[in-house]
């Protein structure tokens, strides 16, 4: 019931990235008749709701609705992008450590700890506030390249694990390659534990993403993003549309894909305990 | 991992950070030492002096290695922006950042532990589990959003300053947290309760007081502390968004400034104390565990 619910959700937001073009833009028949970089001389930066702008607009005097719908597309591909990045790292990290030799897993292990001993979200900013101009890419990179360490970790246990069964000594006896091993003993007993740090992943991103915009290190301000969006709110405190909106649609985005992964298998619980996003 | 090898990982991963911070700001755009430090009252001598000190013309690893041994003894050099020492700087906001980070660590723990214990222990399964599913709704919440929130609705009611005070920022510090180490604290108590141990005493007729006590709880208590190492660090990422939005002037709220300032000395110097800290508070964390708990130790 409740995963029908998520996956519900997730069609929506899904559905409404995809139609953005369709609902909102200023050509006339849309739903909002607003494109999420049209700016309205006739109101005042930051008004509240009212009939010509539903959820208001925000301190550029662009409609907040029309760039919540247009933001869906950024927090999709940003989610999404980041989460498989994320996920492809940490299958190639884990299996190296796994199964390579044991100067590399030391090495590789190492490598893990440290990104996990340290605050990423500083280091984040930093590559952000410095590269000439940062766009939706180096978000991308940036979210996928620093939440591996996890999975990776997750997946050299099992890794490990499945080298000592009598399946992959089998196949080893007979002369198969480590690559055949991996491909074709390994891999596929973790694609229960890939799908799930893939749901989760794409929820964390999906903050991680907000957060960065947020503070206005994300994606640039002409991207329509539901986290720059409530960048606004920073200034003006008392501004709730620019907040409850938006936070909201992340909200459900996030829980939706935490449910997903929390029903999709029994590796979930640690990776759920994992750190989550700022 | 003895405690020797965690030492050295432990300066490998500082050096590692500090380094990756130097190039990159060599790459900022523009000459990262002159010019672009925005609205500073930065002279010509104060960015000489910092040429000076760094080593100009030099090549990179040269230049890092004269910035790594002026940071040893404390001197990070001089900020673009208003000329005083980095390190008044960092001291002056170091102390609230502990503060803050300090105290939501420990509110966390002391919340979550006995919560979790009551959620894995209790009869009252309604109870027990709208509270788990808001521990779960709570998790995906993000910082600054529960942040925002917090704020509009205190300053809508006028109970609290939403600036400068530090119960609000240790309060949206300490929610995450305890979402996760609740349900984590929870699932270990589960799993202590359901061990052959916990049978076998059941079996022999000791009372359920006394099971809860010395076979349950003293299994699962030390779980959540496996978290701790990775807890610390995130806590003081996450001081980056609550200080911007409760107007903190702390660790975070320094660097962000600076990174938008192009303060190049006040970057370099903050990202090296929040490695240090970052780094040693993890440390600290998985040495205090394998004290606790003689099966980390192996």
């Keep these: 019931m409740i995963r029908k619910v998520a996956i519900a959700v997730i069609s929506a937001w899904l559905a409404i990235a995809v139609l953005a073009d369709v609902l909102a833009n200023d050509r006339g028949h849309a739903v909002v008749g607003w494109a999420p970089d049209t700016v309205d001389k006739s109101v005042t930066p930051v008004s509240p709701p009212d009939g010509a702008h539903w959820l208001g607009t925000d301190t550029a005097r662009r409609d907040v609705l029309a760039r919540l719908i247009h933001g869906a597309r950024l927090t999709f591909a940003v989610g999404f992008g980041a989460a498989l990045l994320m996920v492809g790292l940490g299958l190639a990290v884990g299996l190296a450590s796994g199964y390579g030799p044991r100067w590399l897993d030391r090495l590789l292990t190492r490598l893990s700890d440290a990104i996990l001993a340290f605050p990423i979200f500083f280091v984040a900013l930093a590559v952000m506030g410095v590269v000439p101009h940062p766009g939706t890419e180096l978000v991308v990179l940036v979210i996928g390249g620093s ?8 997946v050299r246990a099992e890794t490990k694990r499945l080298k000592t069964q009598d399946f992959v000594r089998a196949a080893e006896a007979m002369g198969a390659s480590p690559v055949y091993v991996v ?40 991207v329509a993003s539901w986290g720059g969006l409530m960048r606004g709110a920073a200034q003006h405190l008392g501004a709730w549309w620019l907040i409850v909106a938006p936070g909201l649609a992340l909200l459900s985005l996030v829980l939706a894909c935490n449910v997903l992964g929390e029903r999709l298998g029994p590796a979930s619980g640690r990776l759920l305990s994992d750190r989550g996003a700022p | 991992m003895t405690a020797a090898k965690r030492v050295l990982d432990v300066a490998l991963t500082f050096l590692a950070i500090t380094a990756l911070t130097f190039v990159l700001s060599r790459f900022a755009p523009g000459d990262p030492y002159v010019g672009d430090a925005q609205g500073g009252v930065a002279n010509d001598a104060t960015i000489a002096a910092w040429h000076e000190l760094r080593g100009q013309g030099e090549s990179l690893p040269t230049q890092y290695g004269r910035w790594l041994l002026a940071s040893l003894s404390l001197d990070f050099g001089r900020s673009f922006i208003d000329t005083r020492p980095v390190r008044e700087h960092l001291v002056e906001a170091l102390g609230s950042t502990l503060l803050i980070a300090g105290a939501a660590a420990l509110l966390t723990y002391a919340l979550a532990i006995p919560l979790g214990v009551y959620l894995a222990l209790s009869r009252k399964k309604l109870l027990a589990g709208v509270v788990d599913s808001g521990l779960f709704v709570l998790h995906g919440v993000p910082v600054f959003w529960g942040a925002l929130m917090l704020g509009l609705t205190v300053s809508a009611s006028g109970l609290l300053p ?57 299994a699962a208590l030390t779980a959540p502390l496996s978290l701790l190492a990775a807890e610390l660090p995130w806590l003081l990422g996450g001081s980056v968004v609550v200080e911007r939005i409760f107007t903190v002037r702390g660790m ?38 394998a004290r606790l708990d003689p099966r980390v130790r192996a």
């Design chain 1, 183 to 222: 491909r074709r003993h390994v891999v596929p007993h973790l694609m229960p534990m890939l799908a799930v740090a893939l749901a989760f992943g794409v929820g964390t991103a999906t903050m991680v993403e907000a957060s960065l915009s947020f503070l206005g290190f994300g994606v640039p301000d002409a």
């Design chain 1, 147 to 154: 939440a591996w360490p996890p999975l990776a970790r997750l």
């Design chain 2, 252 to 289: 975070g709220m320094l660097t962000f400034d600076a990174i938008l300032r192009r303060d190049v000395p006040v970057v370099m110097g903050a990202t090296a104390v929040v490695a240090i800290v970052a780094l040693l508070s993890s440390l600290v964390a998985d040495l205090l565990h």
């Design chain 2, 162 to 218: 939403t600036r400068g005070s530090f119960i609000l920022p240790v309060l949206c510090l300490t929610y995450p947290g305890l979402a996760r180490i609740a349900r984590y604290q929870k699932a270990a108590t589960r799993e202590a309760a359901a061990s052959p141990a916990v049978l076998l005493a059941r079996a022999k007729g000791l009372p359920e007081a006394l099971i809860t006590r010395r076979y349950i709880l003293r």
